[in-house]
């Protein structure tokens, strides 16, 4: 399960020590000379000492401070610097990281306090962070997780080239189609023929053929007629 916090492990936190105001003075006699000191993990940064900078000492001192995942805040401290004696300490507190981490800046006076929980006065710092830079890194890490994993592709070497695609298997000879059926003819039996002088089919009963006027019979033949055949044709076959 993926952390809901973006991880700042590696990321570089930018501080700004302007000054500080309103100090508790550890001299009687004299103008303190204070300086700062701010820890994070393994690392200690100390500004410049402020000579005769009183209880409104000026520093404007830039650092540069490596972030670690699971810290995320600062713990500064201002002490008054003694020739002779041991440094005094003035007072603390504790800089949370939250605000510069989510927006990128963060521009605020913090109250310092003495051992007895009293007020010692304040320190300013300006602070800046690189929010893009976090979230690239994050997504870039997310990314590489869920990419799934492929070997690298290998150089193909003359021996392992593909060998080259077998053809389709051929086809098998065509066949002819059957020889077709021979055509029917016209006529399977021939139609009967009507025997040389059939005479016309009979008419309807009683129906004279060709018909004639109503009452008027076929003429008869002529008395000075020949009957048939003709006598001309009866002499020629004597």
Not at 23 to 34: G, K, N
Not at 97 to 116: E, I, M, N
Not at 227 to 235: A, D, E, F, Q, S
């Amino acid at each position: 399960m993926l952390s809901s916090t973006p991880s700042i492990q590696g990321q570089v936190l930018e501080l700004r020590v302007t000054g500080c105001r309103k100090l508790r003075d550890t001299e009687l006699f004299s103008r303190q000379d204070p300086y700062v000191i701010v820890e994070y993990a393994n690392t200690k940064l100390r500004t410049r000492t402020c000579t005769d900078g009183g209880r409104n000492p000026s520093f404007d001192e830039k650092f540069q401070i490596p972030l670690v995942d699971g810290l995320r805040e600062l713990n500064v401290l201002v002490w008054n610097s003694n020739t002779i004696n041991n440094d005094d300490f003035i007072g603390s507190c504790r800089v949370p990281l939250h605000k510069v981490l989510a927006s990128g800046y963060d521009d605020a006076s913090w109250p310092l306090q003495t051992r007895r929980m009293k007020s010692a006065g304040e320190v300013t710092l300006i602070m800046h962070f690189d929010v893009a830079a976090m979230k690239n890194k994050m997504g870039g890490k997310t990314g590489a997780q869920y990419a799934p994993s492929m070997p690298a592709p290998s150089a193909y070497a003359a021996s392992s080239a593909y060998p080259a695609p077998a053809g389709y298997p051929a086809a098998p000879p065509h066949q002819a189609y059957p020889a077709p059926y021979p055509a029917p003819s016209a006529y399977s039996t021939p139609p009967p023929q009507q025997p040389y002088g059939q005479p016309c089919p009979p008419q309807p009963y009683g129906q004279p053929y060709p018909p004639q006027p109503y009452g008027q019979p076929y003429p008869p033949p002529s008395a000075a007629q020949s009957p048939y055949p003709p006598g001309n044709y009866l002499m020629l076959l004597r």
